[in-house]
């Protein structure tokens, strides 16, 4: 008789195609009939800037003397056509994030932490508050599909305009907001009832293409008398072509916002299948201003899972001439801190994986319009911690573009670059490490 | 991504102005598409002779290459028109592939010729003395280059059956597919454009004997996208936008002519345009006009 | 540009100024007594009289391209002819009259003031708009008051595929046929006070007692769409 309790088995295998994660989302799938609507950008692993490194000066090159010598930071946007260009103090600027995503502290603490470190913020997809602009020196005005909250006064009040094709979380996709933040200040600045669950438009409503946005901004222009650089900002797909085409439609700066770059709320599967990594999108940007002969004269910001001055000058040396910072700004703010881990718990998840920011109940009071909530955010301390953080972030890449003996962190080039990685090499397009291999090199990018 | 022109004249005394006023309406649209230009126009035929617009590299010696044919060329610059017996085309075809490999024929038909280069518009229309070509009808078109190549042969129109050209402004989405499967049933296409696509498309709808009416109707349910085609044939031109109609089209008639043009700024300096009827033509509607036989 | 002392009227010549000195010197008014502006020679120009902030009247005789009086602020534009793509888009206060026809997306997101059209809008007329009033006067294209907001569009004649879809709370009314409803855009009984709004707006257009206020119906958002529900998804 067999004993089955002595039989040797095999262990309880999950499998690796249907992993925990994916039988979570398929049972709350069943439940809800929804597909899953979430903030931040793609978490699955991607080839980033991790997988490149500098090749620091030694005999070849020589270095410059960190803290004495002059590095310089600053970067000016909006050359080619306006009459005000943008100087910034620092290459790099605070991504578009709305009044309505953000609360108002939220947008008030960016504003000051980006003015004390002489950069810009951006507007989002809600129109311009008082605070917002009151405590931003440099304001960059989105114009977005919707069209919520546009207007003249405010077109004219801005330092510069952002036309926003695409974002890097969803390119080709349109934005939501769900009722539990349209408030009545939010659903008056978007002419919404309140309490509804906005569906924001994929495509602009009076304009499609690069031929018909050339006669858009040419309005643009009109309107605020060619004195606001024009920004063009594409979710990165085939950035090639869109920076290529952004350039043709008359842009003075591009904006390419990769596959990690953060949203306040769309689908799950957008943000994880839509568009591709930063790091790939940045050199077929660049490519792009090069074929052109705009490299420098349009200049390119790049976004999308910035995090620390390595990445910076990364994103530099490749060919952007500034990074813009959404997620990283919120974290500095202080979403996702473990000081509030008990409440995440309470809301089913830990800090560090809160992205259910469109529900607005986040603890850290900055994706929300719970007065309770948003007054846990103080705007002057968390502003300053958003000035310390891009202070770093400045000071790391100054001492990496020491390193490779660069007086301008605009001088880093992509030949002060290697990759860990075969993917990293082919995608930034420089060598992999020890070697002088670039694979696809003969390609077209 | 790009403006068109095209221009059907009903008043025979207006045929030797064809050139000119196309060349106007084609300046214009420079904005909208300032990567390249080209046009095709529709002029005399000859009975029982076919037209075959030849393209080659600057400095190509058109006239030594009709002097080796036997046949009467007529060049204007990097282009020019052979003019042969109707039952010869593959024969001289084939004879142009080995004399001059670096010449290719981009056109054939008994009344349309074809130029597109490289370069502002104005300036391509120039280079070909537009202003001076008289005809029936014409259409023209100014590029602003998407996703292919900015190169002449990327330039519109795209002719890919006798007398058949076309211009687009849009994008399809579908492209990529339609193309293998034109290319499965022997169409050979040039180029990665899309819109050529879209002409060996209906080329090929016609061959099996659709009319261009048909073609168009049946484009809309095969080609996906935003698009504005405007479609010329030996005996008249026709316009279709899809259903979502994005793009701009604006059209205008009057008792001389009727007119197409991506935006109202193209036809401003048309005779009498004050007096015109100018209207918007309707999503996913097959527009066209057709000369007497 | 000259002031022509007749009608005390300021002349810009399009043929002979550059659009950026015409809105220049319509954007540098402030209080002014050039209150009377008179467009020539348009051309399908794109971007005429936009972004004005005056109380002054803006006439222009002839075809004007994409985007005439964009963004309009108290101004009344009125355009001798036909009007290009987003016409009044984003129109803040003040009116837009076109005599003609208009291309699409006429009045798009508009937040105010009135639009009046005496011949057809195409395609999209009052996409996402945000309180302006618009009146056509012939018929109006697909899409039309797509995702539309608020505010008021009438349409004479009649109304193309997919009115209203994705409605929010703008009010609209069609005396003509209308090809097919949009997702959650439902017909809705006409009470008094919809009359009295009709009615309103209707002699804005400078209409009053022109035509029947009972030949119109009355069309709005249904609310379905609201908040998500499975349900619904064949909508979404």
């Known amino acids: 008789m067999n004993d089955i309790t002595n039989t040797p088995r095999t262990l309880p295998r999950t499998s690796a195609t249907f992993d925990d994660y994916t039988l979570s989302e398929i049972r709350r799938a069943a439940a809800t009939g929804i597909y899953d609507i979430r903030g931040a950008g793609a978490k699955r692993k991607v080839p980033h800037f991790d997988d490149l490194l500098f090749l620091g000066a030694s005999m070849s090159r020589y270095p410059l003397e960190g803290y004495r010598e002059r590095c310089d930071t600053s970067v000016v946007l909006g050359t080619r056509f306006a009459k005000k260009p943008i100087e910034l103090k620092i290459p790099v600027t605070i991504a578009g994030m709305s009044f309505g995503s953000l609360s108002a502290n939220a947008k008030e603490a960016l504003g000051r932490g980006a003015s004390a470190m002489g950069t810009s913020t951006t507007t989002g997809d809600g129109g311009m508050t008082q605070e917002e602009r009151g405590h931003s020196k440099t304001l960059v005005y989105q114009y977005l599909p919707s069209r919520y909250g546009m207007n003249p006064d405010d077109l004219r009040k801005a330092d510069a305009i952002e036309v926003v094709v695409g974002q890097g979380a969803k390119p080709g996709g349109g934005g939501m907001l769900l009722g539990q933040k349209i408030t009545d200040r939010v659903a008056k600045m978007r002419t919404l009832p309140p309490g509804i669950d906005q569906r924001s438009a994929c495509r602009h409503p009076d304009w499609t293409g690069p031929d018909d946005l050339e006669i858009k901004i040419g309005e643009l222009r009109e309107i605020t008398d060619w004195e606001k650089p024009i920004y063009v900002k594409v979710g990165a797909a085939r950035p090639y072509y869109d920076t290529a085409l952004a350039v043709k439609s008359g842009a003075d700066v591009v904006v390419v916002d990769g596959m990690q770059g953060g949203t306040a709320a769309t689908q799950d599967v957008f943000i994880e299948h839509v568009g591709i990594p930063t790091l790939a999108a940045v050199r077929q940007a660049v490519k792009a201003l090069q074929d052109l002969g705009m490299h420098r004269k349009v200049q390119l910001i790049v976004s999308g899972g910035i995090r620390n001055g390595a990445d910076v000058a990364k994103a530099l040396a490749l060919g952007a001439d500034a990074v813009a910072i959404g997620t990283a700004a919120l974290v500095a703010l202080g979403d996702n801190d473990p000081r509030y881990a008990a409440e995440y718990e309470a809301l089913g998840t830990k800090p560090g994986a809160y992205d259910d920011w469109h529900e607005g109940r986040d603890p850290a009071g900055i994706t929300t319009q719970d007065p309770a909530l948003m007054a846990r955010l103080d705007p002057v301390a968390a502003g300053r911690r958003l000035a310390n953080y891009l202070a770093v972030l400045t000071l790391e890449c100054q001492t990496i573009a020491r390193a490779c003996g660069k007086s301008h962190v605009h001088n880093l080039e992509p030949d002060d670059l290697v990759a860990l990685t075969i993917e990293a090499a082919a995608m930034a397009n420089v060598p992999l490490a020890g070697t002088s291999w670039i694979p696809g090199v003969n390609g077209n990018f | 991504m790009c403006g068109i022109v095209g221009l059907f004249i009903k008043d025979p005394k207006l045929e030797p102005e064809l050139g000119g006023l196309l060349s106007t309406m084609l300046d214009v649209m420079c904005d909208r598409g300032p990567d390249s230009a080209g046009f095709a126009v529709y002029g005399a035929g000859a009975p029982g002779a076919v037209k075959l617009t030849l393209r080659g590299p600057a400095g190509t010696d058109f006239a030594a290459l009709g002097g080796r044919l036997g046949l009467p060329v007529a060049p204007r610059d990097t282009h020019a028109v052979l003019t042969i017996p109707a039952g010869r085309e593959i024969e001289v075809r084939a004879r142009i592939a080995t004399l001059a490999p670096e010449v290719a024929v981009i056109s054939s038909g008994s009344r349309m010729e074809l130029y597109k280069e490289v370069g502002l518009p104005a300036d391509v229309a120039k280079r070909f003395n537009l202003a001076g070509m008289a005809g029936t009808h014409a259409i023209g078109h100014t590029r602003m280059a998407t996703e292919s190549a900015v190169t002449t042969d990327g330039a519109h129109p795209f002719s890919t059956g006798p007398d058949q050209c076309l211009v687009h402004n849009g994008s399809l989405s579908n492209h990529a597919g339609v193309r293998r499967e034109l290319e499965r049933e022997g169409l050979r296409l040039a180029t990665q454009n899309d819109s050529e696509v879209a002409a060996a498309y209906l080329t090929h709808r016609m061959k099996g004997g659709d009319s261009l009416g048909s073609a168009l109707e049946h484009s809309l349910e095969d080609l996906d996208g935003f698009y504005t085609f405007v479609v010329g044939t030996e005996s008249g031109f026709g316009v279709l936008r899809d259903p979502i109609a994005c793009k701009p089209a604006v059209m205008a008639e009057t008792d001389q002519y009727v007119a197409f043009g991506s935006e109202y700024r193209a036809l401003v300096d048309l005779p009498e345009i004050g007096k015109a009827r100018v209207w918007e033509p309707e999503p996913a509607k097959v527009y066209f006009w057709e000369r007497a036989a | ?236």
């Open chain 3, 1 to 236: 540009m000259k002031s022509l002392g007749s009608d005390d009227a300021r002349i810009v010549d399009l043929s002979t100024s550059t659009l950026r000195e015409l809105n220049g010197a319509l954007h540098a008014l402030n209080a002014t007594n050039e209150t009377l502006w008179r467009v020539l020679n348009p051309r399908g120009l794109h971007a005429i009289a936009a972004g004005v902030d005056a109380p002054v009247t803006i006439e222009i005789d002839g075809h004007v391209g994409y985007y005439c009086g964009g963004m309009n602020k108290q101004a009344r534009i009125v355009v001798n002819g036909n009007a290009g793509v987003g016409v009044a888009e984003n129109m803040m206060s003040g009116s837009v009259h076109v005599t003609g026809d208009a291309s699409q997306a006429a009045g798009a997101t508009g937040n105010g003031g009135l639009l009046v059209i005496d011949g057809n809008a195409s395609a999209r007329c009052g996409i996402s708009m945000k309180g302006i009033d618009i009146v056509v006067k012939g018929s109006v294209g697909h899409m039309s008051a797509f995702m539309a907001q608020a505010g008021s569009l009438v349409v004479l004649g009649d109304a193309g595929e997919a009115l209203g879809d994705s409605l929010y709370e703008a009010k609209l009314f069609v005396r003509g046929s209308v090809a097919s409803l949009g997702a959650d855009c439902i017909e809705k009984e006409m009470r008094d006070e919809h009359r009295a709004l009709l009615a309103a707006k209707l002699e804005a257009a400078g209409l009053a007692g022109e035509v029947d206020l009972g030949e119109f119906r009355r069309y709005g958002s249904a609310r379905t769409l609201y908040h998500f529900h499975v349900d619904n998804v064949s909508s979404y």
